[in-house]
């Protein structure tokens, strides 16, 4: 069973960051849209779909099967396992913020600009990138 549900938590991990790069890109996009054009309507629904329908889901398998795996593995006690929660607890505190910046678009509040959207898109890459360092090096 442990390796059906690595494979779960693999394939919701891909999910979850395939969407968590992609929906401040759509951020960038949708700051160059006129506010109540169509256009800017179209981003509003595809930012809300990817969020309720790939990205949340993703987050929920990912976080459930990493921790059936880290108990079934007796992983707890190891240093890098802690180091790796801390990351995956921010990289969920900027799904979060992403959450919120689809609530301030459809609401037409949003006050950042595509510049900062480009920055904040790098943080989810970074981040997988060191938590991904963490699992197949256990470095410590």
């Given at each position: ?36 054009s169509k ?78 959207y480009r ?7 970074l981040l ?13």
């Amino acid at each position: 069973m442990y390796g059906w549900i690595k494979a779960l938590h693999i394939i919701a991990v891909i999910a979850w960051m395939a969407g968590m790069l992609y929906l401040p890109r759509l951020f960038v996009y949708h700051c160059e849209a006129e506010a109540g054009s169509k256009q800017s309507e179209t981003f509003k629904l595809m930012e809300r779909r990817l969020l309720r329908v790939i990205i949340n889901p993703a987050m929920v398998v990912t976080w459930l099967a990493g921790l059936y795996l880290a108990w079934a593995g007796h992983w707890f006690s190891a240093s890098w396992l802690h180091a790796k929660l801390v990351l995956v607890l921010v990289l969920s505190g900027v799904h979060g913020f992403f959450s919120r910046c689809v609530k301030d678009f459809a609401a037409g509040r949003n006050l950042r600009s595509q510049r900062f959207y480009r920055f904040i898109n790098e943080v989810p890459a970074l981040l997988m990138v060191l938590i991904v360092i963490l699992v197949v090096l256990k470095p410590f």
